[in-house]
């Protein structure tokens, strides 16, 4: 007989420094391992579930959504300390969304066990009551948990109660039948009492408390709770590895496991992993979706952002334009409205030109624009950007894209003073609770991997610091961004000499990529259509505050609007300086009618004088700088983006510098690209030069060409680029 199976407790990386993988490497192991569903319950979190969604629809396999909550009797067990001053630690409890209304309980319940959680920073821990559970527990199916529930440690006779009544009690907490008991088939001595109990009860369910998806990542999981215990892996302090049968196994392993050890008779395995099946079948959930935020306006919205259009047009003066070059605004300005309008986004632009305009009302100073938004005319005519597209020809398509339907990237820089105002001006428009900041998850790069495995593993300081030179800079976007050391690896032989001596640093590849802590968005702010809690946890910090417990691209899954909203303390200081100009010498400054060719201010780039300039101070533009010494603003932008990665990387960087000082010619390719790049040396240096080029010389679309530009954004290798 074909056995079946699901895995009803299982983590990913976001149970922090406790399991390894992120949802998209569960899902591979799902597939690999032969089953059609899993579910995820990590550690007071429902924040990989949209990842985990996507992932293992796209696979074929059935995601179902859970969360190991910890539970206390009550609250007043927070503050109790042990007589060595030890805190009470928390029961351990499985639980599973059965119903749309189950996991709407499951988002209340998580957000209310961070809002009352017990620590302080660093050993923060969310916890609930059982009240708390038995309160939301509709469309909710309970399994009783792992060694440390409230059922195991009373058969193990840690805690002064009778475990038949501790059934009796979680029995009560949710609706009829839907409580099962669980038993761990992970090789651990104390779980054979808990299994010879629970296989007296008809509802009984066998899970492996999955940590890492193969037994190849057990060390790696050893690593990070080393991490997350602030000890060491080897020595006194090493607690050894969790057990090796906490992978993702197939259900024929979970079979030959359970038959080896003999812990129950053939037909309670049987009915055990029978019943994970029915659970299975049982739950139905889709994570649930916003409707699109609307401009909060009674009237006639598309005549509103048309007025303010018109209004933008007299304020820019672009009605004393010649008759020639005003057609060239007005040709544009009717193509992006059309566009706009066409992708139902009048509602959003509205709300960033109503964020725009409280700042000149309230006199807080706006950055001139930050990416791809620079190319759009409507939001310089709006005032949400102060530059004019056309000029300095930037794209419209870069800002929006024409493949999809997301809303396009507005980021607003402020002083940071500022930002506190903002955030609340949205919330009094808005809605207080429609209106969060969003979280984020610190990853471990490859640099610091590296010292985290040197320290757990007391391997020196100076073996990680001979193999850090050779780390590359990689960008989240790139999709090799998380393999960063296996390829340091595979290629420099004075690595692998390390390597060799000291073999453990080499595990460092494997923590490449896995959360090491969440922290919160320092721009990012979320507005929903509905209160956030309906459709997402909102996770409380200790001294940090509220935020959504989903990242920037999961709030924009589910269909919120994710607004930037950066706190810079270089604005701040623009704007103390424009403040004492006007003290001093009565004149009010607005910088965005200085002139770009100012002399003295370019001879202080030419000269390197750049000290607490934004994106000029940094070691390698400033190197740049020297040896472009330039003269004109549109080096200046040339520097700015000559000083990243890839095109130092590249070697675009030494063309360009040979090329400008008259040590090399210029490389043409054809008259058409030529045309494109004849004001960067006949280098290709942005993105809308790649746009053009597509478009121009290879006679695509705009949907095609803005295919490529986020693979080549994307860096997936010249082969994808076949398919064109």
Known sequence: ?????????????????????????????????????????????????????????????????????????????????????????????????????????????????????????????????????????????????????????????????????????????????????????????????????????????VTHDVHFPTKRYRETQNIMSAIARYKKVVGPDGQGPMHEDCYLASAEEVWKLARSRAWMPKRDIERSMDNTVTIAEMCNVDLPHLDMVRYPYDGDKTKLFHDMINEGWR???????????????????????????????????????????????????????????????????LQITEVDPIPHGLIFERFIDMNRMDLPDIDLDFPDFARERIHRYLQERYGRDHVTTIGTWTTFKAKGALDAVARVYGIPQWVPNKIKPYIPDRAHGDVRSDLTLIDVMNEYDVVKDVINKFPDIAKAADLEGQFRAMGIHPSGVVVSSAPVEDVAAVYEQPGKGRVIGLDGWDVEAIGAVKIDILGIAGMTVITDARRAIKELHGTNVDFYTLPLDDHETMQGFHDC????????????????????????????????????????????????????????????????????????????????QVLRIMREFGGLSWAEAGEIRKFLSKRMGVEILQQF
């Open 1 to 205: 007989k074909v056995k079946k199976f699901t895995h009803l407790h299982a983590h990913s990386t976001y149970s922090i420094l406790d399991a390894w993988g992120q949802p998209e490497a569960i899902v591979d192991r799902v597939v690999e391992a032969g089953l059609p569903a899993h579910t995820l319950t990590d550690h007071d979190s429902v924040s990989a579930h949209w990842k985990f969604q996507k992932a293992a629809r796209a696979a074929g396999i059935k995601p179902i959504f859970g969360v190991e909550m910890r539970v206390l009797d009550d609250l007043k067990q927070k503050e109790w300390r042990s007589e060595e001053g030890r805190r009470f630690y928390p029961y351990h409890l499985g639980l599973i969304a059965r119903t749309q209304e189950g996991y709407r309980n499951l988002m209340q319940l998580t957000s209310r066990a961070w809002l009352q959680g017990m620590g302080g920073r660093g050993k923060f821990m969310p916890v609930v009551t059982w009240n708390d559970i038995a309160e939301m527990s509709t469309g909710i199916i309970g399994t009783s948990g792992c060694l440390s529930s409230r059922l195991s440690r009373a058969i193990l006779g840690q805690v002064d109660a009778d475990p038949k009544v501790v059934v009796e009690k979680l029995e009560a907490l949710f609706e009829p039948g839907m409580l099962f008991l669980e038993w761990q088939n992970i090789g651990l001595d104390a779980e054979v009492e808990t299994a010879k109990f629970v296989a007296e009860y008809p509802r009984i369910v």
């Open 315 to 381: 304020h820019r003066s672009l009605h004393k334009l010649p008759k020639k070059q005003r057609q060239v605004y007005l040709d544009r300005v009717r193509y992006e409205v059309d566009i706009i309008t066409k992708k139902d986004f009048v509602d959003y632009f509205l709300m960033i030109t109503d964020i725009c305009h409280l700042c000149l009302r309230e006199d807080i100073l706006k950055g001139p624009a930050r990416g791809s938004s620079a190319g759009s005319l409507v939001a310089w005519l």
């Open 609 to 688: 004088d750049v000290l607490g300039i934004f994106q000029f101070n940094g070691k390698a533009t400033k190197n740049t700088l020297r040896q472009v010494k330039p003269t004109l603003f549109s080096e200046l932008v040339d520097i700015n983006t000559l000083s990243r990665p890839g095109a130092m990387l590249a070697g675009t960087t030494d063309d360009y510098i040979k090329v400008h000082q008259g040590l090399k010619e210029p490389e043409s390719i054809h008259p058409i690209v030529d045309n494109i790049t004849q004001d960067t040396h006949l280098l290709v240096l942005y993105q809308e």
